[in-house]
Each structure stands twice: as structure tokens, then as C-alpha cells.
């Protein structure tokens, strides 16, 4: 029995959801638009299987396909970030994460990671998060320019003398340095974990600088930027951390391994190490670039002046609205952002002073410059008049007709 005739609730959600994916235009940083490849085998019979352990070392019969396909997976992450070892059984980017403390830490040591204010990660040692709550977390930011000072990050690391130093954001416009990060966590002996989740398909594309071989160990989810499912990955070059990480991860906070998304994993890495995905990494740094230029040139600021990546910051210290109140009035003109703090924050987390644009999505489905400066210039007309929403109905027609131009899916259940 096919879904629409057994479940008709769920069957019609999925296709108002496929109609808003497809009319709307999504620019949340970390979102975009899988495969249908990668769909497909995340909706096979894999979902069936138990296979805790590791490939070889399972604790259930049955395993030997389940085996060969972790193992495929791990064999083309290896290949696409250039490391030894891979781990791909996390659930998610956070659950990564855990994993990684628990491997080289102990409750209470010390952690410096970015203030999630100024655009670090929950995981990275916000006291709400149980990265703060079991380590000792202390905070690194960017400077008023809205860029990292590293010479402030080493001062800071001098006095808290960390076990670990993370890097990483979830959004920060800007090249990351994991030399200068390295030379930092060297001086008072820290090991140095990279969370590339925002940036890794384009760090996988030669267009961000790489982790390794700076960073001891590397996270990353496979969403996002590698346009792979939901879920997460931890990297490193060292055999005795590669041991630790796996028991971090199994028995330690998880059971078994979500075998439909592994092998969505696999497929996804396929597309990752073709010669296209060089060029759709380029597409999405300079769709960004032009939407960037567009918006200054209409008089708004970005977090340091621009961007090296996937992403813009806009800041709207200089305005009387917020960037809760941005995030609607886009929503209504069909455009997908999320609001965000900015360096100088005035506003809870909850309004913010700004919002977080990227191009990732929008270039999955064969976007270019031409449809960034359009969509950069409605932006800023929505902005310009925040409080229209007869205004912002008429660009929403406008941008709904362009989005229709963009297919990506043509059926919600594949």
C-alpha cells in the first residue's frame, strides 16, 4: 500500500512541505537540498538492520552487506578529507561533537571554543549545552571588524591554559586559519579540534583552507555544505585517537548505527569526489560574493565587510528593527533566512540585531549570480520598507515564479 492511500495526514504534510521547499527561496546557512540518490537509499530496506559495532566487529549476525557499506563509506570520507581514519556512525554534527570530548577528555577539563554570540556553535562549550555543562568551557570572539584577532585567541589561551581548543563556527563569514589555531594550541600544549560542519564541502573543493594536517581531529556533518543526509562524521590521522573516538562513539553514546543514513553517506561522498563538485563549490562562494555586494551597495552592513565562504551576516545595529523582525518580513516575501547575533549584540538570542543569508541551497538547484543580484535587491527592498507586507506579497509572487524556474524535486516520496 503506497503511503497516500495508508496515511493520508502525513502524505499531504510531506507534499505542502515539498511545495514549500520548492516555491520558497531557502537561504538558512545550514540547509540545502540532498540528493535523490541519497533519498532513495535512505528509504530502503537498510532501516531494518541492527548492526552495532564496527564493520568486522559487529554484535548481530546478518551484517555482511551492512559491513561492506560502512565500509564504503568510510573508505570515500577517508578519500575526500585526505585522513587515515573515519568514523561515520554519529547520528548528528552535536552527537559528533560528544564524541570527541569523550574521547579526549575528562568531565571538568578545560575547553575554549567560539562564543556561540559571536558565532561559534552550541557544542562548542555554551553553558547550556553538555559541552558546558561537563567541561570547563571558556570563549574566544572576533573583534569589532567581525573578524577572529588571533593574538587575542592566544592571550586567552595563555591565561585558561585549555585541554582543547575548538574551531569552527556556525557563522562566521571568514577564512578559518587552522595554522595559526595549531601554532596557539601547541604553545600551551591543547589538542586542536576543528568543527568544519558549515564549511567542509567547500573545504573538500580546495575552496577553504584544509584542517589537516593542522588539527588533531576534525567533525563535520554531512548536510549542510556536502549536501549528503543528516548526520555527522569525526576524522583524525592518529590510530591510538582514531581507537578512542570509536569507543566514544559506540558503546559510549550510541547503540546501533543508522544504517539507511550511512549508506545515504556513502552516496553523498560519490558526489562529493566527482570533478562537478568543484564547480558547484565555486557557484555557491560567488553567489554569495554578488548577493554581499548587492546588499552593501544598498547601504547594509555585513560582519566584516564580506564574506570568504557560504554565508553573509547582516547587522542591523543601525536599524530600529531586529533581525526577528527581518526574518518574518523576509518569510512573508517568500525568502528562508534565520535571524542571528552579530558582534555588538544588543538583543536576546531570541530578537538578535541580525540575519544569517546562505547560497548553498539556492545553488543546489542551479542558481547563478544573475538570480542572486535579483534576489539580493529584493532583500533589500523588503528591508527598506520592513513594515509592508502588501509590498512583500508582490515580491513573493515574483520570487515564487523564479523559484518555479529551479525545480529541484518534482515528488515529495521517493
Known amino acids: 500500500m503506497e503511503l497516500k492511500d495508508f496515511d493520508k495526514d502525513i502524505y499531504e504534510l510531506l507534499n505542502k512541505e515539498l511545495a514549500r521547499q520548492c516555491d520558497h527561496l531557502e537561504m538558512i546557512a545550514s540547509e540545502n537540498f540532498t540528493y535523490p540518490e541519497v533519498m532513495e537509499v535512505m528509504g530502503s530496506v537498510l532501516t531494518n538492520k541492527y548492526a552495532e559495532g564496527y564493520p568486522g566487529k559487529r554484535y548481530y549476525g546478518g551484517c555482511e552487506f551492512v559491513d561492506e557499506i560502512e565500509q564504503i563509506a568510510i573508505d570515500r570520507c577517508k578519500e575526500l578529507f585526505g585522513c587515515a581514519f573515519a568514523n561515520v556512525q554519529p547520528n548528528s554534527g552535536s552527537q559528533a561533537n560528544q564524541g570527541v570530548y569523550g574521547a579526549f577528555l575528562n568531565p571538568g577539563d578545560k575547553i575554549l571554543g567560539m562564543d556561540l554570540s559571536h558565532g561559534g ?62 601554532e596557539i594550541a601547541d604553545s600551551v600544549g591543547a589538542y586542536l579540534f576543528a568543527d568544519v560542519a558549515h564549511i567542509a564541502g567547500l573545504v573538500v573543493a580546495g575552496e577553504h583552507a584544509h584542517p589537516f594536517p593542522h588539527c588533531h581531529v576534525v567533525s563535520s556533518t554531512t548536510h549542510k555544505t556536502l549536501r549528503g543526509p543528516r548526520g555527522g562524521i569525526i576524522m583524525t590521522n592518529e590510530e591510538e585517537f582514531a581507537k578512542k573516538i570509536n569507543s566514544s562513539i559506540f558503546p559510549g553514546i550510541q547503540g546501533g548505527p543508522l544504517m539507511h543514513v550511512i549508506a545515504g553517506k556513502a552516496v553523498g561522498f560519490k558526489h562529493n569526489l566527482s570533478p562537478e563538485w568543484k564547480v558547484y563549490a565555486k557557484q555557491v562562494k560567488a553567489n554569495i560574493k554578488r548577493l554581499g555586494e548587492v546588499l552593501v551597495s544598498r547601504g547594509y552592513n555585513l560582519v566584516s565587510g564580506g564574506t570568504d565562504n557560504h554565508l553573509v551576516l547582516v547587522s542591523f545595529l543601525d536599524r530600529d528593527f531586529s533581525g526577528k523582525d527581518a526574518d518574518m518580513a523576509l518569510g512573508r516575501a517568500g525568502i528562508t533566512v534565520n535571524k542571528n547575533t552579530v558582534p555588538g549584540e544588543k538583543r536576546s538570542p531570541f530578537i538578535t540585531s541580525g540575519i544569517r543569508v546562505g547560497s548553498a541551497a539556492l545553488t543546489a538547484r542551479g542558481m547563478k549570480e544573475e538570480q542572486f543580484e535579483l534576489i539580493a535587491t529584493r532583500i533589500a527592498d523588503v528591508l527598506d520598507d520592513i513594515g509592508n507586507e502588501s509590498k512583500q506579497a508582490k515580491i513573493k509572487d515574483e520570487l515564487t515564479a523564479l523559484a518555479r524556474n529551479f525545480i529541484i524535486y518534482n515528488k515529495a516520496v521517493f
Request: hydrophobic letters at 35%; a positive charge; glycine letters at 8%.
Open 121 to 182: 556553535h552550541l557544542t562548542h562549550g555554551s553553558k547550556v549545552s553538555s559541552s558546558g555543562k561537563n567541561y570547563e568551557s571558556f570563549f574566544y570572539g572576533v573583534e569589532l571588524d567581525g573578524r577572529i584577532n588571533y593574538e587575542r585567541v592566544a592571550d586567552i589561551a595563555n591565561i585558561v591554559k585549555p585541554k582543547m581548543i575548538v574551531c569552527g563556527a556556525s557563522a562566521y563569514p571568514r577564512e578559518i586559519d587552522f595554522k595559526k589555531f595549531r
